[in-house]
């Protein structure tokens, strides 16, 4: 465990992810339950003990362990699939009252996993050194798409490939991964797509047709987020979703929630936070003065960035349905969890002190 440098810490990145925990816990107030509610406070404080606890211990010590916490959240993937579905997903394991998602403990444990190997190699600019980094991602993200969590599944390679690009892989090789994935489309759509799933697709082009199921939840979205204006309804004031109107609003269409109680203004100012977060981020990655912070850095910046980009791109019609949450804003424990234990990860980068052995002999970690 280290000490914490204040003068070192990037006090700016923390309070772009408090401000948009903070902008968050209002339309989720007005969304949720008095029970899910109070419940996410909870979820809420654990989050942000975890973030205290990742920003105090030297990421070097994640790094160190990185391979256990790998295989550790690969064998709960693995698990839950035979665990009792729950809205017909094999998502989530319950341990009494309590319930996790391990695909979103993943996430963290692939940055780790990633940054680890990634950091003590220099052969990402050649083909055979892309093999592992693939195996990481993509054997988890197959039990992932088993679950079935689509959703969740498009989140994982961002990082994969951000982290790469900034260990130094070739773009060529990376454009050529993109390109074998985009003809994966085809054998995914006839074989390995469920019926609802391809219905999402269809409704997504062509919602008309589909309004009164598939694309129910997404006309009922963009009506919300138009009815909302510059200024928006109001806290509690909102039309669709006070009668309840749009399914899973304290969850994946919650920004729906924001654009029509909070406008224009409120859900442009969140968006504009998590660019700021991603770009600061960003920022404390290229700045770091040790590569396995840096990649740390990097996943987490691009994780957060991207999935809130997918979540908007959803809820306004931009992308078809999947379920996709929105990081420290929508409801769910795991999610804000990991994700607070992300940015206290970050946090720690940004005042660390690498020493001459850690750099020198990156083996040694």
Same mark, same amino acid.
């Given at each position: 465990?280290?000490?914490?440098?204040?003068?070192?810490?990037?006090?700016?990145?923390?309070?772009?992810?408090?401000?948009?925990?903070?902008?968050?816990?209002?339309?989720?107030?007005?969304?949720?339950?008095?029970?899910?509610?109070?419940?996410?406070?909870?979820?809420?404080?654990?989050?942000?003990?975890?973030?205290?606890?990742?920003?105090?211990?030297?990421?070097?010590?994640?790094?160190?362990?990185?391979?256990?916490?790998?295989?550790?959240?690969?064998?709960?993937?693995?698990?839950?699939?035979?665990?009792?579905?729950?809205?017909?997903?094999?998502?989530?394991?319950?341990?009494?009252?309590?319930?996790?998602?391990?695909?979103?403990?993943?996430?963290?444990?692939?940055?780790?996993?990633?940054?680890?190997?990634?950091?003590?190699?220099?052969?990402?600019?050649?083909?055979?050194?892309?093999?592992?980094?693939?195996?990481?991602?993509?054997?988890?993200?197959?039990?992932?798409?088993?679950?079935?969590?689509?959703?969740?599944?498009?989140?994982?390679?961002?990082?994969?490939?951000?982290?790469?690009?900034?260990?130094?892989?070739?773009?060529?090789?990376?454009?050529?991964?993109?390109?074998?994935?985009?003809?994966?489309?085809?054998?995914?759509?006839?074989?390995?797509?469920?019926?609802?799933?391809?219905?999402?697709?269809?409704?997504?082009?062509?919602?008309?047709?589909?309004?009164?199921?598939?694309?129910?939840?997404?006309?009922?979205?963009?009506? #919300?987020?138009?009815?909302?204006?510059?200024?928006?309804?109001?806290?509690?004031?909102?039309?669709?979703?006070?009668?309840?109107?749009?399914?899973?609003?304290?969850?994946?269409?919650?920004?729906?929630?924001?654009?029509?109680?909070?406008?224009?203004?409120?859900?442009?100012?969140?968006?504009?936070?998590?660019?700021?977060?991603?770009?600061?981020?960003?920022?404390?990655?290229?700045? #770091?003065?040790?590569?396995?912070?840096?990649?740390?850095?990097?996943?987490?910046?691009?994780?957060?960035?991207?999935?809130?980009?997918?979540?908007?791109?959803?809820?306004?019609?931009?992308?078809?349905?999947?379920?996709?949450?929105?990081?420290?804003?929508?409801?769910?424990?795991?999610?804000?969890?990991?994700?607070?234990?992300?940015?206290?990860?970050?946090?720690?980068?940004?005042?660390?002190?690498?020493?001459?052995?850690?750099?020198?002999?990156?083996?040694?970690?």
């Amino acid at each position: 465990m280290g000490k914490i440098d204040l003068w070192r810490v990037d006090w700016v990145f923390l309070l772009v992810a408090l401000a948009i925990i903070g902008l968050g816990l209002p339309f989720l107030r007005s969304s949720a339950t008095p029970g899910d509610f109070a419940r996410q406070v909870i979820w809420l404080a654990i989050g942000l003990a975890a973030l205290a606890a990742f920003a105090v211990i030297d990421f070097h010590f994640w790094i160190k362990w990185a391979y256990w916490i790998y295989a550790g959240t690969v064998a709960l993937l693995l698990v839950v699939l035979f665990a009792p579905p729950i809205n017909n997903a094999h998502s989530y394991l319950r341990v009494g009252p309590v319930g996790m998602q391990p695909a979103e403990l993943f996430k963290l444990a692939l940055i780790l996993a990633l940054a680890r190997h990634l950091g003590k190699r220099e052969n990402q600019h050649m083909l055979h050194g892309l093999i592992i980094p693939f195996a990481l991602t993509l054997g988890p993200m197959f039990l992932i798409l088993l679950q079935p969590d689509l959703g969740t599944a498009l989140t994982i390679p961002p990082i994969l490939f951000a982290m790469l690009w900034t260990s130094g892989a070739r773009f060529s090789h990376l454009a050529t991964a993109v390109a074998m994935g985009l003809a994966s489309i085809f054998p995914m759509w006839h074989y390995g797509m469920k019926p609802y799933q391809k219905a999402r697709i269809n409704a997504f082009f062509d919602p008309e047709r589909y309004e009164s199921n598939e694309a129910y939840q997404l006309l009922m979205s963009l009506t #919300a987020i138009g009815s909302g204006g510059v200024s928006g309804l109001g806290l509690g004031n909102g039309v669709i979703t006070d009668l309840n109107l749009l399914p899973e609003k304290h969850n994946d269409f919650i920004f729906g929630v924001i654009a029509e109680e909070g406008g224009f203004a409120a859900s442009a100012t969140l968006v504009l936070l998590y660019l700021l977060f991603a770009l600061v981020g960003l920022h404390i990655a290229w700045t #770091a003065s040790d590569r396995f912070g840096r990649m740390v850095a990097t996943g987490v910046a691009v994780i957060v960035g991207w999935q809130a980009a997918l979540n908007v791109y959803v809820v306004t019609g931009l992308f078809p349905t999947t379920g996709v949450t929105l990081p420290l804003v929508s409801y769910g424990g795991s999610s804000l969890v990991v994700t607070c234990a992300m940015v206290g990860a970050v946090l720690n980068v940004s005042q660390s002190h690498p020493t001459l052995e850690k750099l020198e002999n990156p083996d040694k970690i």
